[in-house]
Each structure stands twice: as C-alpha cells, then as structure tokens.
C-alpha cells in the first residue's frame, strides 16, 4: 500500500493552490484566527499503517467530530433505547435549526444535529458532574487513539459557551419537552467541552478505526463496540454525517463520514482504512470544503466506496 | 451459493405470521384491493443465479421503484447537468409534502420525493408525445430485466390520474417555478403510466443487478450506466430512497434500496447481488412493513452490509 | 363635508412626486403595461355625496377586492356553515403559499388569502355552469354599485389562466383534500374571471358602501346582509385584508380594508363612509404604496379610525 | 347607562351553568389550583362609572395581558424605534411557537407573542438592575388604576421561572441575533414578574381605561399615552391580542383586547368603556372560554363594535 502515501501527496500538492476558497468559522475568537491554509490528511490501514501528510500532526477543534464518539459512548451506556429520545432521520435542515425540534415535540432527527449531539450528551452525563463527564470523555479519545496527549482545549469551551445562545435555546426546548434531564448548564457545559476537543488529523484517524474494522481497534485489540453496532454507526455518518449536505457528500464521496466546524472530517472506509482530512475553509452547510474535495480525490483514485 | 436459497425459505416461513400487519395503500381501488397476505423474494446474484421464494413471479404495482428508472434514463439523457433541477439532499419530510417546494423555489430536494421524479419525467419527455415517452421507458425495463413481457397497467395509471391531485399541485407549483418545461398533463400522464409499471420481484431483481454491478448487467452483458454513475444512484437510493424512513432503513437494512407503495423494495448489495421483495402492507411512511423486515434479517444472516 | 374634497384634493397633490415608487404587478402583461402613474381617490358617504379626484374615473383591474364580493355571496348562500371549509385567521404567510395548506389539512387560513378566495369560489358556483356563475358575479358588482356598465376583462382573465400555476396547485391541494368540490378548471374559470373584474374608484366605493352603513346600501336603499354580517366581513377585512401586511395596515391606517394587486384598495370608515383607491405600485407584500400613504393620511386628517 | 349592570347581571346568570368548560391552565400549580368556577365582569366607562359583578374585586394572574402594559412603557422609552426590533403581524402560529423566530432571523412577529413581548420587557429592562424595572412596572400599573394595592404574585413569578424552558429558548435564541441585550436571566426575571401581576377585573378595567379615551385617563386625568398611539396599540390588540385566535375574536366580538392564560381579557370600546372579564377555563388557543363568550354577548346587547 505505499502508493496510499503517493496519493495523498499528489493530492495534498493538487489541492494547494485552493487553500483560499471557503470561510473559516468565525464565531469565536479561537476559531477564527485559524489560517485558512493549513491541511493535513491521514489515513491508518486496517493493517495498522499510517500515511500522513501536511499538517496531519497538528491539533486542531474537532468540534462536531466529537458526536460520533459521545454517541458512541451513550449506545454504550443505555443501548438502543437511545432512538426513544433521538431519531435516526436525516433533517433536511440546518445542523442548528430549531423548527424541526417544535414540529416533533423535542425530539431531534438524529444524534448529529446540534440537537441530537446535546440529548446524547445527556445521556453521556447520566447523573455525573459535568467534570467527571468531560474527563470519561477524554478518557475515551484517549483510549480510542492510543494516545495519551489529547485533551480539551479550555479557552474554546469558554467561548463557546459564552456565545453558545442557540445550543441553549436548543436545550431549553427540549428539556421543556424533557427530553433532556438534567440542568441545562450542566449538560451544555460537557457538550461545550467535548467540541473542544484537540486532535491531529492522525490521532482522529486512530480513533475511527474501530468503525473501519467491525467494532475492534486492529492495532490495540481493543473492542470497542459489536460489529453490528459499528455498521449501524456507519449507517448514520452515511446518512445525516454532513447535517444538510449529506446527501451531496455520499453522492461525491460515497464513504460514512462525519464532519466539524473546524475543517475536519473523519471518513470510514469498511474493512480497510479510516481517513482524517482537516482544512479550515468551510462551504455552506459548515463542512470543509478542501477536506470534502480531498476526500473525493481520494476515494476516486484508491477506488474506496461503499457503493459498488 | 446454495445457501441464499434456504435463507430466504427460512425467512419466508419466519415471517409468514406477520402478514397482517401494515395498511395497504388504498388511494385507488387497484392498489387496495391487492392481499394483503401476497409476499414474494427474488434474489439475483452478480453471476447470474436466481433464487426465488413465495409469490417472486408474480406481477405488481412497482410505483416509486420505477423512479430509479427514470432517474437512470434522465441521466443518461442530460448528464450531470439534472442536478440544476433537482437535488441530491434527504427531505426530512413525507414523500409528497408540497413545503419545501415553496421552501426552495420550487427544486425538488431529491429524485425520488414525488417533486423530484416528476421533475425527472419532464426531463425524460424530452420534447417528445407522452405515449412515445411512455414506450420508452417500458422498452428500457425490457431491456434492463431482459424479459419482453413487462408491461404497464393502465387501469392504474387512469386511476391514478384520476385521484393524483397532489401530484398536479406539486407539477404546478414546479411549472410556476419553471422546473418543468412541458404541460402538466403531459408529465403526469407519463409519470402516472411510469408508475403502473407491473413487474414481478424476478423481473424487478434482474433490472436492477446493473446496479450491483458497476453499471453494466454481468447476465446480458449490456453497459448501463459507467460504474461512477451506478455508485452514485446507489448513495441517492442509500440516503433518500425511503422518503423519510430513509435513515432508519440505512440502520436496519444497511443497502441502498428503493420502495414503491405498491409493496415492493428493490435493494443492491453492491458487487454481489440484486434484491426484490414484495409485500403490501405499508408502515407509515409508505414502506413495506415485512419486506423491510425480510430485507433485515436477509442482510444480517448474509452478512451483507455496505457499512463493514 | 365640503372639505373632503379639499382633503384628497391635498393628499393627491402631495403624493405625486412619489408616483415612481413600489414595483408595478408584472406576471401577466395586461397589468404590466399599466402606467404607475395612475392615481386616483374616491369617497362615498352614507348620505350618498360622492367625492373623487385623478384617476378615480378610470376601470382598473379590482383583483383581490373582488374575493370580498365573493365572500359575500357565499356566505348569502350557505350562511356561517361556510366557516367548516374556510378559516378566519390571519396567515402569517404570503397570499399565495401553499405552506399552510399543507400544514391544516387544506383548509385555508381565511377567505382573503388566494386559496380561501378559490374555496369561495367554489361555494359561489355551486353546481353552476362557469359561465353562470361569472355572469351572477358581474351582475352582483352591478346591483352594489348601481352602474350596469361593469365587465369582466376577458383578456386578463385569460392571462391569469395562462400563468396561474401556484393557484393551480392551490386548487389542486384543496381538491385533495375535498375542500374544493368542482373541477379544478371549473372553479379557476370563475375565479380567474371575478379578479379580472374592472372597476373605477367611484364604482368600488359605490359598491362597498354596504358595509359602511349596516349592511345596507342608503343611497339605493337595497339590504346586502344583516348588520352582524356586515361588521364581520369588516373585521375579516381588518385581520386579515391585506394578507401578511394587514397588522402594519391596521397600526397605520386603522380601518377595515381589502387591496388588490393591481393596485387598488377598499377601506370602509363604519357608519360614515366608503374610500377606494388606486395607485399601481405596489410593496413587498403586494399592497399598494401610494394607495396605502393616500389613506393613513386621509384617515388621520379626517379622524377616522375604528380604534378611537 | 344603569341598564349596563342589568347586561352583565343577565349575562353572569346565563353563563354560569358553562363554567366547566375549557381547562385551566396547569404548567403551575399556582394556575393549576385556581378554581374554574370563578367568573367576574368588570366595566369602567368614560364618564368613570364602574359596573361589576361575580368575582370581580378578587386579584388573578393577568399574565399576558401585562404585556399590553410594558408594551406602553417601551414604546414611551423608545418609541417607534421599538419596531426595528419586534414587528406588527399576526403570526398564524401559537403564541410561544419559535418557528417564525428562526424563519424571520430573531425578529418576534409581534408585541403579544411570548417572544415579542420578552423583546420588549428587554427595552423595558433598559440598563436598570432587574429589581428596579420590576418595581417600575408594578408603580405603573398602580399609576394606571388608581390603586397602591397592585403586587406582583413572587410565587408565581418563581414557578413561571422554574418551568419556563420555552421562554429560555425563545429568549437565548433572540439573544444570538442580538434582539435582546441584556443577560437572559435578567430578562426573564422581569418577565416573569409582569406576568405574576395579580389584578382584579376592577383594578385593569382601570388600568385600561386609557386606550378607550384617546390616551388620557378620564378619570383621573393623567396622560398616558398620545391619542395616536392610543389608537396604535389597539390597532395591535385586535389583529394580535388573541395569538392565533385573534381573527376569531375580532369576527365573534368585535372589539379590540388582550387575553391572559389566567383566564382574564382585557376589552376595550373605544369612546366608551374599558372592560374586564375572568375566567380560567381556556379554550385550545389559551384564551378564556367563558370570558370570549360573555364579551362576545355583551358587545352584541350594548352594540359594542368597532365595525359598524
């Protein structure tokens, strides 16, 4: 498989000249004074290879990235009877519209809404401290990646929470519909924290591969979750992974993905690799515009798709 | 491969218990009268072999299946220049809801929302009469299926004609936004006669198989469509082809499929095979109820899943 | 009441530097071609004195003014069991979305907004034949304002017909929905042709003077409708008579009226008097600027408000 | 006008058998244990007579109808700037819907829906600590009725508080377009004050006297507000004062007014009277059954209608 790293370098070269397009995220401070030309992709095989390129090994905000693995944590907790309280439909809208919610008394599409995301964090809190939660979190990234240096990025939760009005507005609705059960400062102070989140595009790729190989980490020999379990998480990246681009995105891309406001996305391609891209420049529904079209390169000329 | 044979025996015979449940589509009296208990798999694999169970020969109402048809020969038609009239995103909403159409102008969200399709028999028309249209695209299920004896059942159509006022409101409103170019008479007269295409799961299977196949049919040897183009019917039929029970199909099921309200579902298992099953009884978002739930449990026992 | 003639005769000369303002009605050509120059101000007064200054001579297309007239006519025919098949809200919407329609099971929010004019229309032809029903219109216009020289201007009609796809599919819906019990041709027939009635500001003050005045026409001494009946279209006119600019109306004006979008208003002063207007540019909601400038002045300098 | 007692002595005895329609509102238990057997009717008149009856003198949670009030005391700070931030319309939706907010970027539709009139207690609020604007409001409303006996209920202000997450959302979601200024809490610690204003019929027929006397109160001669805007703020009350139950109330009574979840309406006839009703069964809309009822019958026996 050498020729992943002569791939990406290709189109890490391909794409540099587009580094202007898109628009950073600017609605904190610490988001926003992000370059716009930074880029890394990194993919882990199956096999334990990693190929990486750019800026593969900077941390950046995961940000919504980061639903993928509080979900992963909350069908661990309480199982399926997770779908009473979030729904498993793509929205048709905004990642943080709330009309939607008003329409269907409270309960979000699906966990990867602004909504969703919230409700599972709930869960995730499950009568915890907000701290002791936040810490299993970064436990489970940890652990996930194998790497004991990630860790929250302070400044960015505080920001977040500081200008987070509609998240409050999302979580106030559905507590008066009870689908959330604790205090809304609670629960929005670990989702603020679990956006937070700082990773490098390879340790995100390391933390995904559970999903790329049935449940277990093939290099820890971790298990994560059952097979059946990680195909269904798939199943959800594929259909509501990019909010109301989604549909676009399979279409191009064609691999289960899940993306965030920091430029990242994080991409499984079943029984052979997970891919992290990160390219802060954002197109309209907020997912990385390099990182999509890098993605697409990719799966075109490695011939990954789920679809044939 | 002898086994898919006993596995779909065994499923038959497992779910025939649950034949009564669901509501058969009662709009027009051809559908409602249909029984309920009619329930029948074909399966036809990438090498050509076929296997069949219960009433697979018979023929029925394939409705909405005959969208990814239609979607097929528009493609082929204009290319990827479709997409500047109808989108590739899910709904989040039910398959004739008329808002969104306000919403967006008077784009349809996907090809196979009713907008979407009707949009795309515009597109099919071309120019030419409705019954030339509607001729083509019988010889194109002919072709597809590779048997001449697939027909369209006229008494459905008329009925359909005669009661489709959700229909004319949505070609209306798209007419008043210039999405369809021709007479609104002239479109659904195709789009009613499309629908009321009568194909047994056999003949449904074996049209389908080009998708599971990079595009081209393995058994005729016929090219369809390039193999980029079956990928990306398959993602639209992954993320839209269950109107809004679309992410709850990609959960359970894991394929990408497509429903008809006739009771049918056509569902791809990519490099492998093609699926059709068939049994009226609806869920509420006009799905088959057991067809669903055979495709369930014929994907868990043949391990077959495009998410890992 | 000399000096309302001294009244418009100033506000007509201080509005026409504003003539070039407001975007004429531009969807069928006959109102296009109509110069925004055009005004013109008319005031019958209970006691029959008749004042007018500019256009006030001159037929203009009523449009929507002319759903009041329907309204009346349905209601003399089925009484308050018209209130089953049409609401008396305001919409919050647009005149022609068809959002809520969907949203309320197609029953339309209130008789002024176009799909409840088209219901009325419904109930007005009532197992007529169109052409019937469009000669009882006109004749009704004419017993009202006592001038036997009001028509239909076929050509407009003609026009809408040609171009009228959202009131199709406003149509359409209701038929669905079994709010509308004629063939969609039918009932647009009649419809298109009552909006194409053409009137002078004399006539159409002449004409709404009923509802000034108890019900009851005092200068031909005919009982239209009861005085209940009288002050409830009025209150209709007042909440919902301008569509989703009638609150802004209400504040700035402070009396029951309905517009049309070729410009014209009907405003009607309880117990004192009758005002048409017509002035063809229009704003966002499809009022008339000047016109509705014309009567927030007249009403304030002649102290007339329902309000106080 | 002695026959004015006899009016609503008659109308008192003939509704009083209706007292257990409707449902008393129940999201506090403060409402929830109000029996729904009270009823009272109070009448103040230009020439400063007061009639009553039933359980007129006893004080109930106005609730909305104080929005009325601090509507008065914004527009006197800020005057017609105050639109830019809250509109005029009708909403079409239910009163503490957030739909709109979201479709019309954070901009409440109107002063009487929960979200406009939480806008407007934030000009209120203005830059004073909370406990100020609240006492401020409290010595309005004594100002306005002539009586140092007007409290706010702290009990249900602390419920309201307890309980309010949808008024959280509305207000957050406001917040992040920047339509109020102030913390949130703070904001709705005042709201919810306003609304736990306890009142007898007597007391706000007072109170409301000035919007029937062109802004002055006749009685005891203060100005309040200026003749215009008299008119203006009833212009609001009748195309918004009932939420989306306004056109029904303006065709059924006639008359300009404000409803409260308490069970109370506040009704003005302009040039005549104020007047007040109580009665906590509420219909769908959350306004008092019986009270619509007794205002709709006394408006039809006195004659009482703004529309003729």
Redesign the interface.
């Known amino acids: 498989m050498n020729n992943l790293q002569q791939l990406i370098d290709d189109i890490f070269g391909e794409l540099s000249s587009l580094h202007d397009e898109g628009k950073v995220a600017d609605y904190i401070p610490q988001l926003a004074k992000v370059p716009k030309s930074k880029f890394g992709i990194a993919i882990t095989t199956f096999e334990g290879e990693v190929f990486s390129v750019g800026d593969a090994q900077q941390a950046f905000s995961i940000q919504s990235i980061s639903k993928l693995f509080t979900l992963t944590l909350a069908l661990g907790k309480v199982g399926d009877g997770l779908w009473s309280r979030v729904?498993?439909?793509?929205?048709?809208?905004r990642f943080n519209?709330?009309?939607?919610?008003?329409?269907e008394n409270g309960k979000p599409?699906?966990p990867f809404v602004n909504a969703g995301a919230i409700a599972i964090t709930d869960v995730v809190l499950g009568g915890y401290e907000p701290k002791e939660a936040i810490a299993d979190i970064v436990r489970f990234m940890r652990y996930l990646s194998g790497d004991d240096n990630i860790v929250t990025d302070f400044e960015v939760a505080q920001s977040e929470q500081a200008t987070g009005?509609?998240n409050?507005?999302?979580a106030?609705?559905m507590?008066?519909h009870n689908v959330i059960k604790h205090e809304?400062d609670a629960v929005l102070g670990v989702y603020f924290h679990q956006c937070a989140l700082a990773m490098s595009c390879v340790q995100l790729a390391q933390a995904g591969l559970f999903?790329?190989?049935?449940g277990k980490n093939p290099i820890t020999g971790y298990n994560v979750v059952s097979?059946?379990r990680?195909?269904?998480i798939?199943?959800?990246m594929?259909?509501?992974g990019h909010y109301?681009?989604?549909?676009?995105f399979?279409?191009r891309v064609?691999l289960?993905a899940k993306s965030g406001v920091g430029g990242g996305i994080l991409a499984?391609v079943?029984?052979i690799a997970s891919i992290a891209v990160w390219s802060p420049g954002l197109d309209m529904n907020g997912n990385s515009l390099i990182g999509t079209k890098a993605l697409e390169m990719l799966a075109?000329r490695a011939d990954w798709?789920?679809?044939?």
Do not use: C, W
């Not at 519209?97 to 329409?103: A, C, H, K, M, N």
């Not at 999903?211 to 049935?214: H, N, R, V």
């Not at 109301?244 to 676009?248: A, E, F, Y």
């Open positions: 729904g498993r439909e793509p929205s048709g809208n519209s709330i009309i939607q919610l008003e329409q599409r699906n009005h509609k409050y507005a999302l106030h609705f507590r008066s809304v999903l790329a190989a049935g097979p059946i990680a195909r269904r798939n199943s959800l594929m259909t509501s109301d681009g989604s549909g676009d399979a279409f064609g289960p499984i079943p029984k075109q798709s789920v679809f044939g």
